[in-house]
């Protein structure tokens, strides 16, 4: 299959960024109203970083993900329908309703789960990407972890572990600012940046909030670490426009950043570069009306979806031990 043109990656990137949006949006409604149960945490403002990082991997690759990475599971491939009937707690869904919007996975699709604690899938990725190594593969495991994680010490051992042995892992850092209700400079110190270079590790900083560069680096990235030369960090500069969790008020954030965000909005940002390519507004009007569709049929799908059966939370606990 040939290259294809700049245009036709454009929209394609552009309508993931649309799908995370619509999904997230959709979720603001229906776990106001009660229909999603637990917490949530949405990526509304950092759709560009899982749309521009998984554009660049293959099926065989794995991607650990965070307690905000319902764009991160999207991006990667998993469909509308799994993805709400998960997060609305439904049989149908990707882990049968038991995991939630927080502990999304898809073994089959590489998608070795979210996590509810920071930090706590980087060094599943990095086990992932031993995995790789020892089966002599060019698959590459991916990490996303937000700036809050970067005082964890569970990075560093990682990054350590990864840098001496030289595994094919790739280290997302979706830098917005905020460790929770924090700024990041008044929970880590150092910079990213030079946190790598202690390590010998490569690092590089893109503008988390432009698709079509973070895409650009992720596949230069991806392509070193297919090549040998993991692991890598790639810290994405990017925003967070709702709150640590969904129903905060952020009263501890500046008005004018808040007021500052619509002008560096990516999807906005994506929509320029498109009409830059020769793209037709109508044919982005058509695009963004397809998605809503497809949306408001998977949460239509989900509510008709049936409740798990409690008895079966007992399943898939333990593995049969057999006789000794």
């Known amino acids: 299959m040939g290259k294809r043109s700049p245009g036709a990656e454009a929209l394609s990137l552009h309508k993931m960024l649309l799908t ?3 999904v997230e949006s959709s979720l603001t409604r229906l776990f106001a109203d009660g229909e999603v149960p637990g917490f949530i945490h949405l990526s509304i403002g950092q759709e560009a970083v899982a749309a521009g990082v998984c554009a660049a991997l293959r099926d065989q690759d794995t991607v650990a993900t965070t307690h905000r990475g319902h764009g991160h599971v999207l991006a990667r491939g ?27 996975a898809d073994m089959n699709m590489g998608i070795i ?30 990490t996303f972890f937000g700036d809050g994680a970067m005082a964890e010490g569970v990075l560093h051992e990682t990054i350590n572990m990864a ?18 209700f924090s700024p990041t400079s008044r929970q880590f110190v150092a910079s990213l940046e030079k946190l790598a270079g202690a390590f010998g590790i490569k690092h590089q900083r893109v503008d988390g909030n432009d698709v079509a560069a973070v895409a650009e680096a992720a596949r230069d990235c991806v392509a070193q670490l297919r090549a040998g030369k993991g692991p890598l960090v790639l810290e994405c500069i990017t925003q967070r426009v709702r709150g640590h969790y969904e129903g905060d008020p952020q009263k501890y954030r500046p008005a004018a950043e808040l007021a500052a965000m619509e002008a560096n909005d990516p999807i906005a940002r994506s929509e ?3 009409l830059a390519l020769g793209v037709k507004p109508a044919a982005i009007r058509k695009l963004r009306d397809e998605v809503d569709a497809e ?17 079966d939370a007992f399943a898939d606990v333990y593995a049969s031990a057999g006789r000794h």
């Open 295 to 311: 949306v408001s049929q998977a949460i239509d799908a989900a509510r008709a979806d049936p409740e798990p059966v409690f008895a």
């Open 78 to 104: 998993l469909s509308l329908d799994h993805f709400f009937r998960e997060v609305m707690g439904r049989a149908g869904g990707a882990c049968a309703g038991r995991g939630g919007s927080m502990h999304v």
């Open 20 to 22: 995370i949006r619509a």
């Open 272 to 274: 320029r570069a498109l």
């Open 163 to 180: 840098a001496l042995w030289g595994l094919p892992l790739l280290l997302v850092c979706e830098n917005n600012g905020w460790s929770e």
């Open 113 to 142: 789960g979210a996590n509810g604690i920071v930090g706590a899938g980087i060094p599943i990725a990095l086990g992932s990407a031993l995995a790789h190594q020892v089966r002599q593969t060019d698959a590459v495991a991916v």
